[in-house]
């Protein structure tokens, strides 16, 4: 994630307008030639539009969805980095972030996406804990009961009684080992 100072913001913005002027100019060059030519010339000429065309819309914006080495994603890596004892398993212990600790994760990001990715790993953040098959406390894919989720009320409609019983079960879960 690249952050530009407002100076930095005016030499892209001068920089990007330039060159699609550039490009506007090239299109109305190849398109007049290509008006007034013939045969294999004009084909050539409509191929080198094509081609103007593309890398307009290649290089008119920066890429948006950046990306990582794939060794960001191995399997494994932060429990083997972390070494918990005693180690978080299903049905067993499992972890939990303090809330100040997410804070702080959610509001400092590192400087590259990899590192930021990688504290993520470590701090078992954001459902990274999936490719570690470390159970957390909380999170999208987190541990919960079949019971706790087939009675979970719809937000159209009050809970009764039964499914109130359940959440406080639910909120009540053990934490022994099993």
Same mark, same amino acid.
């Given at each position: 994630?690249?952050?530009?100072?407002?100076?930095?913001?005016?030499?892209?913005?001068?920089?990007?307008? $330039?060159?699609? &002027? @550039?490009?506007?100019? /090239?299109?109305?060059?190849?398109?007049?030639? =290509?008006?007034?030519?013939?045969? !294999?010339?004009?084909?050539?000429?409509?191929?080198?539009?094509?081609?103007?065309?593309?890398?307009?819309?290649?290089?008119?914006?920066?890429?948006?969805?950046?990306?990582?080495?794939?060794?960001?994603?191995?399997?494994?890596?932060?429990?083997?980095?972390?070494?918990?004892?005693?180690?978080?398993?299903?049905?067993?212990?499992?972890?939990? $972030?303090?809330? &100040? @600790?997410?804070?702080? /994760?959610?509001?400092?990001?590192?400087?590259? =996406?990899?590192?930021?990715?990688? !504290?993520?790993?470590?701090?078992?953040?954001?459902?990274?804990?999936?490719?570690?098959?470390?159970?957390?406390?909380?999170?999208?894919?987190?541990?919960?009961?079949?019971?706790?989720?087939?009675?979970?009320?719809?937000?159209?409609?009050?809970?009764?009684?039964?499914?109130?019983?359940?959440?406080?079960?639910?909120?009540?879960?053990?934490?022994?080992?099993?």
């Amino acid at each position: 994630m690249e952050i530009l100072l407002p100076e930095d913001a005016w030499r892209a913005t001068w920089q990007s307008g $330039l060159s699609r &002027a @550039a490009f506007l100019v /090239l299109a109305f060059l190849f398109t007049s030639a =290509l008006l007034l030519s013939d045969g !294999r010339r004009r084909i050539l000429l409509g191929c080198f539009l094509l081609v103007l065309f593309w890398l307009d819309f290649a290089t008119h914006a920066p890429t948006q969805n950046p990306g990582v080495k794939s060794s960001v994603y191995a399997p494994g890596w932060a429990r083997a980095q972390l070494n918990l004892k005693p180690e978080p398993r299903l049905g067993g212990f499992r972890v939990m $972030l303090l809330p &100040a @600790a997410l804070e702080f /994760l959610r509001y400092n990001p590192m400087p590259s =996406l990899e590192e930021t990715y990688l !504290r993520n790993r470590l701090a078992l953040r954001v459902n990274c804990n999936l490719l570690d098959e470390v159970p957390q406390i909380d999170g999208f894919f987190s541990l919960t009961r079949v019971r706790f989720a087939a009675s979970r009320p719809s937000p159209t409609t009050t809970p009764s009684a039964t499914s109130r019983r359940c959440w406080i079960s639910w909120g009540g879960a053990s934490d022994r080992p099993g």
